[in-house]
């Protein structure tokens, strides 16, 4: 099943959207989940199909219903979101794959560190005025300089779940 979307721009709805993380801590006996109470971001559908666009993630709006853990988390142990208070996902290119997958390269950016982000996320519902689309994908956390890891107890990737939903921005 091949959905066609629309050109033009679309602006995320942030609430309707969420990008959730998930790492497996204390020697991967414990599962952190968190997630992130602030999103944005808009994207562009070219004539050809193919989109480019931004997610902008607020850091320090990070929740994972333990004020301590999210205080250190905001701390420069990780995110040090007093420097570094946005987490983005710039997507350079967006193409239609097999059935209603959607290939995404792009650039992750965390702590002011760069780098080249795949993944493949699936089409879960278009219409002429909006469109949703699901993510998972795994991050090593250390690529981006957060390195904290007392006692050896963080091992392995943190896991991002994303569903964002995109509408039509209202005409001005």
Known sequence: MTVAVETGVWQLDATASTVAVRHRTIWGLVTVKGAFGAVGGQGEVRPDGSATGTLTLDAATLDTKN??????LRSADFFDVASHPEITFAVREARAG???????????????????????ARLAGADADALTLETEFAVDRAEFGLTWNQLGMIRGLTTVTAALRFVRPPAA
């Open 67 to 72: 004020k301590k853990r999210d205080d250190h």
């Open 98 to 120: 097999a059935g209603d997958t959607v290939e995404v390269s792009g650039q992750l950016t965390v702590r002011g560190v760069s780098r080249p982000q795949t993944l493949t």
